[in-house]
C-alpha cells in the first residue's frame, strides 16, 4: 500500500490476528551490513480515516540506510487484519506489547503519533525493558484533564447503529471524505494535501471491516485521560507537537510535559502546522529526529 522504494511488505500473528509491516529489503539500503545489525527504529501511525503506515512513509525511509526501520499497520487499519469487533484499549496496548516482543530483540526507539502515541506511553509504562527512548508527535489520550471526547456531539451520532455505517460510507470512505477529514483534522495547510495521500488513506478506509476499528475511534471507545498515567512514564522521550492541532493544541501538550520533565525531556513546537507533521512537513520532521535521536540516547 504506496510502500516506499527497497521497503517490502512482513507480518507478524498477534492475538487479534496478522499485523503487517513494512521494512527496508534490498536497493538501495542494503549494504553489507545487516538489518540485524542496526539499532531498530518503530515507527507508528495514529487513528482516523484510513490511517496506516502510509502516515510515516515520506519520513521512514530517510533512516533506512543507517537503522533498521520498521513501519507497521495497526491491528484494524491498513493491511492488517480488521477483525469484525468493537475495538477497545487493551486491545491495541495487547497487540502493540506482541507486535514489539515478535520483531524486537531489545530496547528500540519508537516513534509515533496521536492516540498511538500515548497508547505507546502506557506500554512503555508496563514494559519499559521495550524501549530506548521515544519520538512522538502529538501524544493525546483525547480525554486529557478530564475531558471527555465520547460525550461530544459527533461521538454520541456515531455511537447509534445504522447511522454509524451510514456515516462511515458516506463521509469517511470516499476521496470527498478523505480529503475533508485531512483538512479540517490533520493538516494546517490544505494545500499541503495532494492526491497520492487522498489514495492512501481512501484505500485503507475501503478495506473490508474498516470500519470497526474507525467507529470505534470515532465514539471515543478507545480514548483515555493520558494525565493519570504519564508521571509513571520512565523512557527518554521528546514531543513534538504542530501549533495548529485540531482538539489537541499545544497547551495541552507543554500541561502534559510538566507533569513529568524527568522522563520528557524536550518539547518542540512547530508553528503553522497541524496534527500530522510528519506528512504536511516531513522534512522538518526528519530534522527534528535526527536531532532528538543522539539527545535521548
Not at 543507517?66 to 491495541?92: C, F, M, N, Q, T
Not at 471526547?149 to 470516499?174: E, N
Not at 484505500?203 to 494525565?227: H, I, K, T
Amino acid at each position: 500500500m504506496f510502500q516506499p522504494i527497497g521497503f517490502e511488505q512482513r507480518s507478524v500473528i498477534t492475538s487479534l490476528g496478522k499485523m503487517v509491516y513494512y521494512t527496508a529489503a534490498g536497493s538501495p539500503w542494503q549494504n553489507d551490513v545487516t538489518a540485524d545489525d542496526r539499532e531498530t527504529l518503530v515507527f507508528l501511525h495514529a487513528f482516523g480515516g484510513g490511517s496506516s503506515a502510509y502516515e510515516w512513509s515520506k519520513v521512514y525511509p530517510a533512516f533506512a540506510a543507517e537503522y533498521r526501520v520498521i513501519a507497521p499497520d495497526l491491528i484494524g487499519w491498513g493491511r492488517s487484519e480488521h477483525p469484525a469487533r468493537s475495538y477497545k484499549i487493551d486491545d491495541y496496548l495487547t497487540t502493540i506489547r506482541e507486535f514489539f516482543q515478535q520483531t524486537c530483540s531489545g530496547p528500540v526507539t519508537t516513534i509515533a503519533s496521536s492516540l498511538t502515541a500515548a497508547f505507546i506511553i502506557r506500554v512503555a509504562i508496563a514494559h519499559p525493558d521495550l524501549f530506548k527512548s521515544l519520538i512522538l508527535t502529538t501524544p493525546a489520550g483525547l480525554s486529557d484533564f478530564g475531558e471527555d471526547y465520547s460525550r461530544s456531539f459527533f461521538a454520541q451520532l456515531v455511537s447509534v447503529p445504522i447511522i454509524d455505517r451510514v456515516l462511515y460510507s458516506t463521509g469517511v470512505a470516499t476521496s470527498g471524505g478523505i480529503r475533508g477529514f485531512l483538512e479540517q483534522r490533520q493538516f494546517a495547510q490544505p494545500n499541503r494535501i495532494y492526491e497520492e495521500i487522498v489514495d492512501a488513506y481512501l484505500q485503507s478506509a475501503q478495506q473490508p471491516n474498516a470500519e470497526y476499528a474507525a467507529l470505534s475511534f470515532v465514539r471515543g471507545d478507545l480514548c483515555f485521560d493520558l494525565s493519570l498515567y504519564i508521571q509513571q512514564l520512565t523512557t527518554p522521550t521528546a514531543i513534538i507537537w504542530g501549533q495548529k492541532s485540531e482538539f489537541t493544541g499545544p497547551s495541552i501538550g507543554r500541561r502534559l510535559a510538566e507533569i513529568n520533565p524527568q522522563a520528557i525531556r524536550f518539547f518542540q513546537q512547530l508553528e503553522d502546522v497541524g496534527l500530522t507533521p510528519h506528512l504536511e512537513l516531513p522534512g522538518v520532521t526528519i530534522g527534528l529526529i535526527r536531532r532528538f535521536l543522539p539527545l535521548l540516547n
